[in-house]
Nanobody, 114 residues
Framework: QVQLAESGGGLVQSGGSLRLSCAAS????????MAWFRQAPGKEREFVAS???????YYADSVKGRFTISRENAKNNIYLQMNQLKPEDTAVYFC????????WGQGTQVTVSS
């Protein structure tokens, strides 16, 4: 069974940085474009960034230039380096395939104070 486990969230001041990690088990990871999503209170879950099996990244406009997605295929991990964080980045962050085909993990809370 595929499982996704996010970690690395926390409380940080505006302008600070965090690095999120996602560990994927099962076969979901190897051939798929993987992605980060986030959900703020009262809002829909939204796309943040994705990375193809060949490590080509793509970013939502709201995070472009501030966030960097990467993957480590040997460990079935993906990462999200978040710099210049803003209060509007506050959300629960999730990883999944770009098509959201795997069961969702619990996510990791990111809180940015102003």
């Amino acid at each position: 069974q595929v499982q996704l486990a996010e970690s690395g969230g926390g409380l940080v001041q505006s302008g600070g940085s965090l690095r999120l990690s996602c560990a994927a088990s099962g076969s979901v990871f190897v051939f798929n474009t993987m992605a980060w999503f986030r959900q703020a209170p009262g809002k829909e879950r939204e796309f943040v960034a994705s990375i193809t099996a060949g490590a080509l990244p793509y970013y939502a406009d709201s995070v472009k230039g501030r966030f960097t997605i990467s993957r480590e295929n040997a460990k079935n991990n993906i990462y999200l380096q978040m710099n210049q964080l803003k209060p509007e980045d506050t959300a629960v962050y999730f990883c999944n395939t770009i098509s959201r085909s795997a069961p969702w993990g619990q996510g990791t809370q990111v809180t940015v104070s102003s």
